[in-house]
């Protein structure tokens, strides 16, 4: 385990040999662009605020108004944010002849897309992807500017049936979109070496993708300031913070 700038001496070894990169990353991966974590201690908005009442389906049917606020305030805070070189150094990895590097994130944020990242998938959805929470159809509006985590906004109806519009994100029991967490297991099945960025390891069945991978003795390598419940099963971690580590290992 190490705890220095310096990439420790195997993670740079299995990087360098790696044709095959699996990243999967979580809330950490966007903490240094200002989008805040879960489950952070003080910073974290389970610190602030009950998932109970603003991610479930059971918090929708309650009070609607509620949740929109919310998602609205969350998605300003994601556009007034940008990638930081943890971001854009994964993205130059991407881009390098010869490197089939594939992300599979739990964010529901797009700052690895405006870093010129490809995502495989967004494994608990995409905030901006909304759509009606009755009939389906994708709803081609934005969410309202908001700066304070404001209480209620009533949200837009749907064009097709009057339904609520909703986010486009995986709320607590909900299922996770079928085909990214296939491709997800599979790309971690499929790599020389897996990257675990940034996630607690406490959200299921997301938190058992790198499970797939040491299964079928791929390296796991966790970068994450803290112990998470990924460190025991990682073969090698990183106490480092994303932003610092990934630039490291690239360059
Ligand atoms: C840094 C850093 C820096 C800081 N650099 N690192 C098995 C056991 C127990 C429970 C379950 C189980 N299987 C399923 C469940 C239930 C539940 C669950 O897992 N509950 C547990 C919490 C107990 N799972 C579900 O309900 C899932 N659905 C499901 O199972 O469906 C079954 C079903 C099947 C068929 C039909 C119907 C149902 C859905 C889970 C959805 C999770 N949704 C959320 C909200 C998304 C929308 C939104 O954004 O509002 O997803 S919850 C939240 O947690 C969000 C995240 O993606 C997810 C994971 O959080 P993450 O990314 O790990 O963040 P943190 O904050 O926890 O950790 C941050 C880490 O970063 C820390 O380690 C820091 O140290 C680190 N860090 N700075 C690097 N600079």
Do not use: K
Request: hydrophobic share 45%; aromatic share 6%; charged share 20%.
């Amino acid at each position: 385990m190490s705890s220095s700038d310096q990439v420790p001496t195997e993670i740079l070894d299995l990087a360098r040999s790696a044709r095959r990169v699996t990243v999967l990353t979580g809330a950490g991966m966007s903490a240094e662009s200002g989008v805040p974590t879960f489950r952070d201690a003080q910073t974290g908005l389970w610190e602030r605020f009950d998932p109970a009442e603003l991610a479930t389906p059971e918090a929708w049917a309650e009070d609607p108004a509620q949740c929109w606020a919310w998602y609205a305030w969350r998605t300003s805070l994601v556009r007034g944010a940008e990638p930081h070189p943890g971001h854009l150094a994964l993205a130059q990895w991407q881009a390098h002849p010869g490197i089939d590097l594939r992300i599979s994130t739990q964010n529901v944020d797009d700052l690895h897309e405006r870093a010129g990242s490809t995502v495989l998938a967004h494994v608990h959805g995409d905030l901006f992807a909304l759509r009606c929470a009755d009939c389906g159809a994708p709803a081609d509006i934005g969410y309202p500017h908001v700066v304070e985590p404001v209480a209620h906004l009533d949200p837009v109806s749907c064009a097709v049936c009057g339904g609520l519009i909703r986010p486009g994100v995986v709320w607590f029991g909900e299922a996770l979109p079928e085909q990214a967490f296939q491709d997800s297991v599979e790309a971690a099945q499929e790599a020389d070496l897996v990257l675990v960025v940034g996630t607690s390891g406490l959200v299921y069945p997301a938190a058992s993708i790198p499970d797939f991978a040491g299964a079928r003795g791929v390296p796991v390598v966790e970068i994450n300031p803290r112990v998470s419940e990924v460190s025991a099963s990682a073969d090698h971690a990183w106490r480092a913070p994303a932003g610092r580590a990934l630039p490291a290992l690239v360059s």
